[in-house]
């Protein structure tokens, strides 16, 4: 498969992801606050590098890449790339490359995976948590939350090494747009 028709495919389903997942939060009342950035404040988010193929080939096509490329070879930060933070201390903030997010922050938030035993599992972050508590007439039935292996795996069956070499996301992006670039200027040449 051609690299932009992999970004294509990987889009659509990124999209899919978005629509089940937001939509399960919208069913359930237990939405992201507005401007909520505490999840991309933790040094621990990762994503195969592929995942960022649909935003690799849109910082392409709008003449950021080298930019974004340059960044992410010098970023020292414990928070993600693409966080514009408004208030750390508050953990708000937004993503300037929301519409091509990976796969964990379209699924992040209120998801589910087969644990132990094939026991459902409930992820729930923090803050979501509280909203929950907040609201005891906030019913939610485990089996009904979107699952993020199942999910997942969908994703991986565009590709079974999709999901290969998962790392923190300014890596992830830095080596995909190295090998763009370099494959655009080789093209070029021809």
């Avoid at 933070?85 to 379209?106: A, K, L, M, W």
């Avoid at 998801?111 to 035993?117: C, L, M, N, P, W």
């Avoid at 993020?148 to 969908?154: A, E, H, N, P, T």
């Amino acid at each position: 498969m051609h690299n932009r028709e992999l970004s294509k495919a990987i889009s659509e389903k990124l999209s899919e992801v978005s629509d089940v997942f937001g939509h399960f939060q919208q069913k359930t009342g237990l939405t992201c606050p507005t401007g909520c950035g505490k999840c991309c404040l933790k040094a621990d988010i990762s994503c195969s590098p592929y995942e960022l193929l649909p935003m690799a080939f849109n910082l392409i096509d709008t003449g950021r890449a080298e930019e974004v490329l340059e960044n992410a070879r010098l970023y020292k930060e414990n928070i993600c790339l693409f966080l514009k933070v408004n208030d750390q201390s508050q953990g708000t903030g937004s993503c300037s490359e929301y519409e091509h997010r990976p796969f964990i922050c379209r699924a992040f938030g209120l998801s589910a995976r087969r644990g132990k035993h094939e026991i459902i599992e409930r992820l729930i972050c923090k803050t979501l948590s509280e909203i929950e508590i907040s609201k005891p007439h906030i019913k939610i039935v485990d089996e009904e939350i979107p699952q993020i292996d199942l999910w997942k795996k969908r994703l991986e069956s565009i590709d079974p090494h999709l999901l290969e070499n998962e790392l923190p996301i300014h890596q992830g992006i830095a080596i995909l747009l190295e090998r763009l670039l370099l494959w655009k200027k080789l093209s070029e040449q021809t």
